[in-house]
Protein backbone atom coordinates (compact mmCIF):
# COMPACT_ATOMS: atom_id res chain seq x y z
CA UNK A 1 0.00 0.00 0.00
CA UNK A 2 1.52 2.90 -1.32
CA UNK A 3 1.84 5.86 1.42
CA UNK A 4 3.04 9.00 0.14
CA UNK A 5 0.96 10.74 2.62
CA UNK A 6 2.84 9.23 5.22
CA UNK A 7 1.99 12.15 8.14
CA UNK A 8 -1.02 12.93 9.85
CA UNK A 9 -2.82 14.10 6.98
CA UNK A 10 -6.25 12.65 5.08
CA UNK A 11 -4.26 9.31 3.78
CA UNK A 12 -7.95 7.60 3.74
CA UNK A 13 -7.82 8.00 -0.65
CA UNK A 14 -10.12 4.79 -1.18
CA UNK A 15 -13.79 6.12 -0.31
CA UNK A 16 -15.99 4.63 -1.97
CA UNK A 17 -18.81 6.22 -3.76
CA UNK A 18 -20.94 5.31 -0.66
CA UNK A 19 -19.51 7.58 1.13
CA UNK A 20 -18.93 10.27 -0.98
CA UNK A 21 -22.84 9.84 -1.79
CA UNK A 22 -23.03 10.28 2.07
CA UNK A 23 -20.77 13.02 2.76
CA UNK A 24 -22.85 15.18 -0.08
CA UNK A 25 -25.70 14.48 2.04
CA UNK A 26 -24.33 15.60 4.95
CA UNK A 27 -24.13 18.70 4.00
CA UNK A 28 -28.17 19.09 4.70
CA UNK A 29 -28.74 16.53 7.15
CA UNK A 30 -27.68 17.28 11.06
CA UNK A 31 -24.84 17.90 11.41
CA UNK A 32 -24.42 15.77 14.55
CA UNK A 33 -24.17 12.58 12.10
CA UNK A 34 -20.76 13.95 10.77
CA UNK A 35 -18.47 13.33 13.38
CA UNK A 36 -19.10 9.14 13.11
CA UNK A 37 -18.78 9.29 9.08
CA UNK A 38 -15.19 11.68 9.61
CA UNK A 39 -13.82 9.18 11.90
CA UNK A 40 -14.83 6.11 10.09
CA UNK A 41 -13.32 7.80 6.72
CA UNK A 42 -10.09 8.70 8.68
CA UNK A 43 -10.76 12.34 8.39
CA UNK A 44 -10.91 12.27 12.58
CA UNK A 45 -8.03 14.53 12.93
CA UNK A 46 -10.64 17.76 11.83
CA UNK A 47 -12.62 17.09 14.55
CA UNK A 48 -11.86 18.80 18.39
CA UNK A 49 -10.82 17.21 21.53
CA UNK A 50 -14.60 17.23 22.91
CA UNK A 51 -16.02 15.11 19.75
CA UNK A 52 -13.30 12.84 19.53
CA UNK A 53 -13.70 11.86 23.44
CA UNK A 54 -17.56 11.44 22.99
CA UNK A 55 -16.78 8.95 20.14
CA UNK A 56 -14.30 7.17 22.23
CA UNK A 57 -16.27 6.90 24.71
CA UNK A 58 -19.45 5.62 22.93
CA UNK A 59 -16.72 2.74 21.13
CA UNK A 60 -15.27 1.76 24.43
CA UNK A 61 -18.57 1.46 26.93
CA UNK A 62 -20.47 0.26 23.93
CA UNK A 63 -23.48 2.70 24.65
CA UNK A 64 -24.59 5.80 23.73
CA UNK A 65 -26.13 6.55 27.48
CA UNK A 66 -24.15 8.27 29.78
CA UNK A 67 -21.26 8.49 27.22
CA UNK A 68 -22.02 12.44 26.79
CA UNK A 69 -21.82 13.09 30.12
CA UNK A 70 -18.86 11.21 30.97
CA UNK A 71 -16.39 12.19 27.90
CA UNK A 72 -17.50 15.63 29.11
CA UNK A 73 -16.05 15.04 32.26
CA UNK A 74 -12.66 13.68 31.00
CA UNK A 75 -12.36 16.56 29.10
CA UNK A 76 -13.27 19.32 32.02
CA UNK A 77 -11.37 17.20 34.59
CA UNK A 78 -7.75 16.24 31.66
CA UNK A 79 -7.96 19.30 28.76
CA UNK A 80 -7.40 17.18 26.29
CA UNK A 81 -7.79 14.24 24.26
CA UNK A 82 -4.09 13.89 24.89
CA UNK A 83 -4.11 14.28 28.49
CA UNK A 84 -6.32 12.01 28.99
CA UNK A 85 -4.60 9.50 27.51
CA UNK A 86 -1.31 10.09 29.38
CA UNK A 87 -3.13 10.30 32.78
CA UNK A 88 -2.08 7.64 35.00
CA UNK A 89 -4.30 4.53 36.10
CA UNK A 90 -5.13 6.10 39.35
CA UNK A 91 -5.89 9.53 38.10
CA UNK A 92 -8.56 7.97 35.57
CA UNK A 93 -10.28 5.75 38.40
CA UNK A 94 -10.77 9.19 40.04
CA UNK A 95 -13.52 9.93 37.61
CA UNK A 96 -17.16 8.34 38.17
CA UNK A 97 -18.68 5.78 36.06
CA UNK A 98 -15.85 4.95 34.07
CA UNK A 99 -16.61 1.41 34.70
CA UNK A 100 -14.36 -1.52 33.85
CA UNK A 101 -13.55 -0.94 30.07
CA UNK A 102 -12.67 2.38 29.60
CA UNK A 103 -9.51 2.43 31.68
CA UNK A 104 -7.56 -0.61 30.01
CA UNK A 105 -9.22 0.66 26.63
CA UNK A 106 -7.16 3.94 26.88
CA UNK A 107 -3.75 2.59 28.16
CA UNK A 108 -4.02 0.33 24.45
CA UNK A 109 -5.37 3.17 22.91
CA UNK A 110 -2.34 5.51 24.23
CA UNK A 111 0.60 2.56 23.29
CA UNK A 112 -1.18 2.30 20.03
CA UNK A 113 -1.07 5.77 19.18
CA UNK A 114 2.32 5.48 20.04
CA UNK A 115 3.59 2.77 17.60
CA UNK A 116 1.80 5.26 15.19
CA UNK A 117 4.20 7.84 16.10
CA UNK A 118 6.82 5.68 16.18
CA UNK A 119 5.86 4.28 12.53
CA UNK A 120 6.23 7.91 11.33
CA UNK A 121 10.08 8.14 11.02
CA UNK A 122 11.51 7.43 8.34
CA UNK A 123 13.08 3.62 8.08
CA UNK A 124 16.39 4.71 6.04
CA UNK A 125 17.03 7.84 8.41
CA UNK A 126 15.44 8.86 11.40
CA UNK A 127 16.79 12.14 11.46
CA UNK A 128 15.68 12.80 8.40
CA UNK A 129 12.80 14.65 9.70
CA UNK A 130 13.34 16.31 12.44
CA UNK A 131 9.05 17.22 13.09
CA UNK A 132 8.37 13.74 12.48
CA UNK A 133 11.29 12.57 15.44
CA UNK A 134 9.94 15.20 17.67
CA UNK A 135 6.37 14.22 17.53
CA UNK A 136 6.98 11.09 18.71
CA UNK A 137 9.06 12.08 21.32
CA UNK A 138 6.45 14.56 22.53
CA UNK A 139 3.90 11.79 22.38
CA UNK A 140 6.03 9.53 24.51
CA UNK A 141 7.13 12.28 27.40
CA UNK A 142 5.72 15.59 27.15
CA UNK A 143 2.58 15.03 29.67
CA UNK A 144 4.68 12.69 31.94
CA UNK A 145 5.15 14.10 35.53
CA UNK A 146 8.52 12.63 36.42
CA UNK A 147 11.99 13.46 34.48
CA UNK A 148 12.18 10.11 32.28
CA UNK A 149 15.01 9.19 29.96
CA UNK A 150 15.24 7.74 26.78
CA UNK A 151 17.63 6.31 24.10
CA UNK A 152 17.05 5.71 20.55
CA UNK A 153 19.67 3.03 19.25
CA UNK A 154 20.86 4.14 15.92
CA UNK A 155 22.92 2.36 13.24
CA UNK A 156 25.28 3.16 10.61
CA UNK A 157 22.56 4.27 8.56
CA UNK A 158 21.01 5.66 11.48
CA UNK A 159 17.59 3.73 11.14
CA UNK A 160 16.22 2.52 14.97
CA UNK A 161 16.71 -1.11 16.04
CA UNK A 162 15.70 -0.18 19.48
CA UNK A 163 14.23 2.53 21.54
CA UNK A 164 14.23 2.36 25.41
CA UNK A 165 13.10 3.69 28.22
CA UNK A 166 15.97 4.52 30.45
CA UNK A 167 16.29 5.55 34.36
CA UNK A 168 13.52 7.76 36.05
CA UNK A 169 14.51 11.25 37.76
CA UNK A 170 14.74 12.69 41.12
CA UNK A 171 14.19 15.84 41.92
CA UNK A 172 17.31 17.53 40.81
CA UNK A 173 18.49 15.41 38.20
CA UNK A 174 17.89 12.26 36.22
CA UNK A 175 20.42 9.25 37.14
CA UNK A 176 22.23 8.15 33.94
CA UNK A 177 25.61 6.26 34.23
CA UNK A 178 27.91 6.60 30.99
CA UNK A 179 29.37 3.36 31.28
CA UNK A 180 25.77 1.63 31.42
CA UNK A 181 24.46 3.90 28.30
CA UNK A 182 28.10 2.54 26.43
CA UNK A 183 27.72 -1.38 27.65
CA UNK A 184 23.56 -0.98 25.72
CA UNK A 185 25.31 0.63 22.82
CA UNK A 186 27.42 -1.69 22.38
CA UNK A 187 25.10 -5.03 23.25
CA UNK A 188 22.77 -3.20 20.41
CA UNK A 189 25.47 -2.93 18.23
CA UNK A 190 24.76 0.97 17.54
CA UNK A 191 26.25 3.12 16.04
CA UNK A 192 25.13 6.38 17.16
CA UNK A 193 22.09 7.13 19.65
CA UNK A 194 19.45 9.66 20.12
CA UNK A 195 19.22 11.01 23.95
CA UNK A 196 15.72 12.52 25.27
CA UNK A 197 14.62 13.31 28.44
CA UNK A 198 11.65 15.83 29.70
CA UNK A 199 11.13 18.60 31.40
CA UNK A 200 8.33 18.34 33.63
CA UNK A 201 8.08 21.79 34.52
CA UNK A 202 7.39 22.52 30.37
CA UNK A 203 10.77 24.54 30.24
CA UNK A 204 13.33 22.36 28.23
CA UNK A 205 16.90 25.13 28.97
CA UNK A 206 18.84 22.50 29.87
CA UNK A 207 20.09 22.31 33.34
CA UNK A 208 24.17 22.57 34.42
CA UNK A 209 23.72 18.79 35.77
CA UNK A 210 22.23 17.83 31.95
CA UNK A 211 25.10 19.16 30.43
CA UNK A 212 27.71 17.67 32.68
CA UNK A 213 25.75 14.29 32.20
CA UNK A 214 25.55 14.40 28.32
CA UNK A 215 29.57 15.08 28.22
CA UNK A 216 30.09 12.13 30.28
CA UNK A 217 28.08 9.95 28.49
CA UNK A 218 30.17 11.32 25.18
CA UNK A 219 33.03 10.53 26.96
CA UNK A 220 32.32 6.99 27.52
CA UNK A 221 30.42 6.40 24.44
CA UNK A 222 33.76 8.11 22.58
CA UNK A 223 35.77 4.88 23.99
CA UNK A 224 33.68 2.30 22.30
CA UNK A 225 33.19 4.54 19.06
CA UNK A 226 29.50 5.03 19.32
CA UNK A 227 28.15 8.35 18.38
CA UNK A 228 25.81 10.82 20.33
CA UNK A 229 23.68 11.82 17.15
CA UNK A 230 21.65 14.67 19.50
CA UNK A 231 20.56 15.09 22.79
CA UNK A 232 16.68 16.36 23.29
CA UNK A 233 15.25 17.76 26.27
CA UNK A 234 11.37 17.81 25.61
CA UNK A 235 9.08 20.59 27.22
CA UNK A 236 5.46 21.64 27.15
CA UNK A 237 5.31 22.61 23.44
CA UNK A 238 9.20 23.45 23.57
CA UNK A 239 12.44 21.79 23.01
CA UNK A 240 15.98 21.97 22.71
CA UNK A 241 18.22 20.35 21.16
CA UNK A 242 21.48 19.89 22.01
CA UNK A 243 23.01 20.01 18.84
CA UNK A 244 21.66 23.14 17.22
CA UNK A 245 22.52 25.09 20.67
CA UNK A 246 26.15 23.50 20.08
CA UNK A 247 26.27 21.33 23.03
CA UNK A 248 27.56 18.63 21.43
CA UNK B 1 -20.02 3.51 44.58
CA UNK B 2 -20.85 3.95 40.65
CA UNK B 3 -17.36 2.68 39.85
CA UNK B 4 -17.30 -0.93 41.44
CA UNK B 5 -19.38 -3.80 39.99
CA UNK B 6 -21.01 -7.05 41.63
CA UNK B 7 -17.73 -9.22 41.83
CA UNK B 8 -18.26 -11.61 38.63
CA UNK B 9 -14.70 -13.43 38.05
CA UNK B 10 -14.26 -13.03 34.32
CA UNK B 11 -11.27 -14.40 34.07
CA UNK B 12 -11.94 -17.74 35.08
CA UNK B 13 -14.16 -18.82 32.18
CA UNK B 14 -12.80 -20.31 28.93
CA UNK B 15 -14.70 -18.80 26.37
CA UNK B 16 -13.95 -15.66 24.77
CA UNK B 17 -15.36 -12.89 27.48
CA UNK B 18 -13.11 -14.89 30.07
CA UNK B 19 -10.01 -14.11 27.85
CA UNK B 20 -11.05 -10.40 27.05
CA UNK B 21 -10.98 -9.64 30.82
CA UNK B 22 -7.94 -11.09 31.20
CA UNK B 23 -6.12 -9.32 28.99
CA UNK B 24 -7.92 -6.31 29.89
CA UNK B 25 -6.65 -7.28 33.22
CA UNK B 26 -3.07 -7.74 32.11
CA UNK B 27 -3.46 -4.02 30.62
CA UNK B 28 -4.15 -2.43 33.99
CA UNK B 29 -1.61 -4.17 35.57
CA UNK B 30 1.20 -4.26 33.59
CA UNK B 31 0.45 -1.92 30.70
CA UNK B 32 0.07 -2.26 27.02
CA UNK B 33 3.44 -1.61 25.73
CA UNK B 34 4.44 -5.10 25.86
CA UNK B 35 1.82 -5.99 23.72
CA UNK B 36 2.89 -7.47 20.63
CA UNK B 37 1.56 -5.43 17.93
CA UNK B 38 -1.46 -7.99 16.94
CA UNK B 39 -2.46 -8.15 20.22
CA UNK B 40 -2.77 -4.47 20.54
CA UNK B 41 -5.16 -4.44 17.38
CA UNK B 42 -7.15 -7.75 18.84
CA UNK B 43 -7.71 -5.60 21.63
CA UNK B 44 -8.90 -2.45 20.07
CA UNK B 45 -11.33 -4.79 18.50
CA UNK B 46 -13.08 -5.78 21.16
CA UNK B 47 -14.42 -2.67 20.84
CA UNK B 48 -15.79 -2.87 17.75
CA UNK B 49 -16.47 -6.45 17.42
CA UNK B 50 -18.47 -7.96 20.23
CA UNK B 51 -18.23 -11.53 22.06
CA UNK B 52 -15.83 -13.26 19.01
CA UNK B 53 -11.92 -13.90 19.27
CA UNK B 54 -11.10 -11.19 17.88
CA UNK B 55 -7.06 -13.12 17.81
CA UNK B 56 -7.63 -14.57 14.21
CA UNK B 57 -8.71 -11.60 12.72
CA UNK B 58 -6.18 -8.98 14.27
CA UNK B 59 -3.19 -11.38 12.94
CA UNK B 60 -5.13 -11.96 9.06
CA UNK B 61 -5.89 -7.96 8.99
CA UNK B 62 -2.17 -7.43 9.72
CA UNK B 63 -0.77 -10.09 7.29
CA UNK B 64 -2.94 -8.73 4.51
CA UNK B 65 -1.83 -4.98 4.78
CA UNK B 66 1.60 -5.42 6.27
CA UNK B 67 1.85 -3.75 9.53
CA UNK B 68 -0.67 -2.88 12.58
CA UNK B 69 -0.21 0.84 11.32
CA UNK B 70 -1.28 -0.02 8.01
CA UNK B 71 -4.49 -1.23 9.12
CA UNK B 72 -4.71 2.03 11.18
CA UNK B 73 -4.19 3.77 7.80
CA UNK B 74 -6.08 1.81 5.29
CA UNK B 75 -8.71 2.61 3.00
CA UNK B 76 -12.46 2.23 4.51
CA UNK B 77 -13.35 0.14 1.60
CA UNK B 78 -10.41 -2.07 2.46
CA UNK B 79 -11.51 -2.64 5.72
CA UNK B 80 -15.13 -3.37 4.59
CA UNK B 81 -14.04 -5.65 2.41
CA UNK B 82 -11.89 -7.42 4.93
CA UNK B 83 -15.13 -8.17 7.04
CA UNK B 84 -15.11 -5.29 9.65
CA UNK B 85 -18.67 -3.45 10.54
CA UNK B 86 -18.16 0.44 10.52
CA UNK B 87 -18.39 0.51 14.13
CA UNK B 88 -14.64 -1.39 14.48
CA UNK B 89 -13.44 0.92 11.50
CA UNK B 90 -13.72 3.65 13.83
CA UNK B 91 -12.07 2.16 16.80
CA UNK B 92 -9.10 1.74 13.97
CA UNK B 93 -9.24 5.08 12.76
CA UNK B 94 -8.54 6.25 16.90
CA UNK B 95 -4.84 5.44 17.18
CA UNK B 96 -4.22 7.59 14.06
CA UNK B 97 -5.65 10.69 15.43
CA UNK B 98 -4.79 9.92 19.12
CA UNK B 99 -1.02 9.92 17.54
CA UNK B 100 -1.41 14.00 16.40
CA UNK B 101 -3.29 15.13 19.46
CA UNK B 102 -0.07 13.56 21.53
CA UNK B 103 2.49 14.89 19.37
CA UNK B 104 0.71 18.18 19.83
CA UNK B 105 1.88 20.64 23.03
CA UNK B 106 -0.45 20.97 25.93
CA UNK B 107 -2.76 23.58 26.09
CA UNK B 108 -2.98 24.12 29.56
CA UNK B 109 -0.18 23.92 31.98
CA UNK B 110 0.26 22.34 35.39
CA UNK B 111 -1.25 24.50 37.75
CA UNK B 112 0.57 25.54 40.89
CA UNK B 113 -1.10 25.74 43.89
CA UNK B 114 0.75 27.96 45.92
CA UNK B 115 -2.37 29.61 47.94
CA UNK B 116 -6.03 29.00 48.76
CA UNK B 117 -6.94 31.19 45.93
CA UNK B 118 -5.25 28.86 43.24
CA UNK B 119 -6.27 25.83 45.31
CA UNK B 120 -10.12 26.46 44.94
CA UNK B 121 -9.76 27.36 41.66
CA UNK B 122 -8.07 24.42 40.55
CA UNK B 123 -11.44 22.34 42.39
CA UNK B 124 -13.32 23.25 40.59
CA UNK B 125 -12.65 21.41 37.85
CA UNK B 126 -10.94 18.76 40.02
CA UNK B 127 -14.69 17.74 41.35
CA UNK B 128 -16.45 17.12 37.76
CA UNK B 129 -16.89 13.70 37.84
CA UNK B 130 -15.84 13.25 41.14
CA UNK B 131 -16.64 10.07 43.56
CA UNK B 132 -18.70 11.08 46.64
CA UNK B 133 -16.85 9.57 49.37
CA UNK B 134 -13.14 9.71 48.04
CA UNK B 135 -9.99 10.81 49.88
CA UNK B 136 -8.27 12.26 46.97
CA UNK B 137 -4.48 13.30 46.68
CA UNK B 138 -2.76 16.47 45.39
CA UNK B 139 0.95 15.53 44.90
CA UNK B 140 3.23 18.65 44.71
CA UNK B 141 7.21 19.38 43.68
CA UNK B 142 8.97 22.08 45.66
CA UNK B 143 7.63 24.77 44.06
CA UNK B 144 3.83 23.55 44.70
CA UNK B 145 3.34 22.46 41.05
CA UNK B 146 0.82 19.45 40.78
CA UNK B 147 2.36 16.72 39.84
CA UNK B 148 -0.72 13.74 40.13
CA UNK B 149 -4.14 14.13 41.30
CA UNK B 150 -5.34 10.58 42.20
CA UNK B 151 -7.29 8.77 44.38
CA UNK B 152 -5.39 7.57 47.70
CA UNK B 153 -4.93 4.17 47.69
CA UNK B 154 -6.85 1.50 48.75
CA UNK B 155 -5.87 -0.06 52.16
CA UNK B 156 -6.74 -2.34 55.36
CA UNK B 157 -5.03 0.19 57.83
CA UNK B 158 -4.53 3.59 58.13
CA UNK B 159 -0.91 2.87 58.56
CA UNK B 160 -0.89 0.52 55.25
CA UNK B 161 -2.86 3.20 53.49
CA UNK B 162 0.05 5.90 54.37
CA UNK B 163 2.56 3.53 53.63
CA UNK B 164 1.04 3.61 49.99
CA UNK B 165 0.94 7.53 49.79
CA UNK B 166 4.27 7.89 50.54
CA UNK B 167 5.27 5.21 48.57
CA UNK B 168 3.37 6.58 45.32
CA UNK B 169 4.64 10.49 47.32
CA UNK B 170 8.24 8.98 46.81
CA UNK B 171 7.83 7.91 43.11
CA UNK B 172 6.34 11.10 41.86
CA UNK B 173 9.44 12.96 43.69
CA UNK B 174 6.45 14.72 45.20
CA UNK B 175 7.58 17.15 48.29
CA UNK B 176 4.37 18.27 49.60
CA UNK B 177 0.68 16.83 49.74
CA UNK B 178 -2.88 18.36 50.15
CA UNK B 179 -5.63 16.13 50.33
CA UNK B 180 -9.09 16.45 49.64
CA UNK B 181 -11.92 14.51 50.92
CA UNK B 182 -15.54 14.60 47.83
CA UNK B 183 -18.35 15.04 49.79
CA UNK B 184 -17.68 12.52 52.62
CA UNK B 185 -20.28 11.16 54.45
CA UNK B 186 -18.37 11.61 57.91
CA UNK B 187 -18.29 14.83 60.12
CA UNK B 188 -14.88 16.92 59.38
CA UNK B 189 -14.01 15.88 63.10
CA UNK B 190 -14.50 11.92 62.54
CA UNK B 191 -11.24 12.51 59.96
CA UNK B 192 -9.06 14.97 61.95
CA UNK B 193 -7.69 11.67 63.60
CA UNK B 194 -6.64 10.07 59.85
CA UNK B 195 -5.73 13.46 58.28
CA UNK B 196 -3.09 14.14 61.68
CA UNK B 197 -1.59 10.53 61.47
CA UNK B 198 -1.01 11.31 57.52
CA UNK B 199 0.58 14.13 58.43
CA UNK B 200 3.01 12.82 61.06
CA UNK B 201 3.71 9.76 58.88
CA UNK B 202 4.80 12.08 55.99
CA UNK B 203 7.49 14.09 58.04
CA UNK B 204 10.71 11.49 58.01
CA UNK B 205 10.06 12.03 54.76
CA UNK B 206 10.59 15.53 54.29
CA UNK B 207 7.12 15.71 52.70
CA UNK B 208 4.75 18.30 54.06
CA UNK B 209 1.44 17.58 54.59
CA UNK B 210 -0.04 20.94 53.66
CA UNK B 211 -3.58 20.40 54.58
CA UNK B 212 -6.76 18.55 54.13
CA UNK B 213 -9.96 19.78 52.55
CA UNK B 214 -13.73 18.82 53.01
CA UNK B 215 -15.75 19.53 49.82
CA UNK B 216 -19.77 19.03 49.49
CA UNK B 217 -22.21 22.42 49.15
CA UNK B 218 -20.67 25.16 49.32
CA UNK B 219 -16.36 26.03 49.63
CA UNK B 220 -14.05 23.72 50.56
CA UNK B 221 -13.55 23.54 54.45
CA UNK B 222 -9.62 23.59 55.29
CA UNK B 223 -8.92 21.12 58.10
CA UNK B 224 -6.10 23.04 59.44
CA UNK B 225 -7.45 25.97 59.33
CA UNK B 226 -10.10 24.14 61.71
CA UNK B 227 -7.96 22.83 64.04
CA UNK B 228 -8.18 19.46 63.02
CA UNK B 229 -5.23 18.96 61.45
Redesign the interface.
Known amino acids: MNSETSGFSDAMVGLSSGDLRQIAAMTESSPGLEPPLALLTGRGRHLDDATLLHLMTVLFTGREAGSGELSHTLLARFGSLGAVLSASNRELESVNDMGTHMVPMIRLLQEAALRYNRARLPPEDVLDSEQKLLDYLTARLARENIEQFRILFLNDKNSLIADEAQARGTVNHTPVYPREVARRAVEIGASALVLVHNHPSGDPTPSEADIQMTMQVQAALDVVGVTIADHFIIGNGRHTSFRRNNLL | M??T?PRIDLTRGTGPQGHRARM??R??NT???T?A?YE?LE??L???V?RKDTKPLAKGLIGH??????V???????LRAAGLK??A???L??????????????????PTLGNWDQLVTYLD??L????SG?L?LLYL??RN?L?????A?DADTPTERNRAIAI?AL???A?ALIGFYVRPTERPADLSQAARQLDFAMRPLSITLHDVLITGEGPPSSMRQGGLL
Not at chain 2, 65 to 70: A, I, N, P, T, W
Open positions: ANYRAVLGASLDIMLFAGPFGSLVEFRAPTQADDIRVRLPGVAAERLASSEQRERQAEGGIQRDNRLADETPRALHT
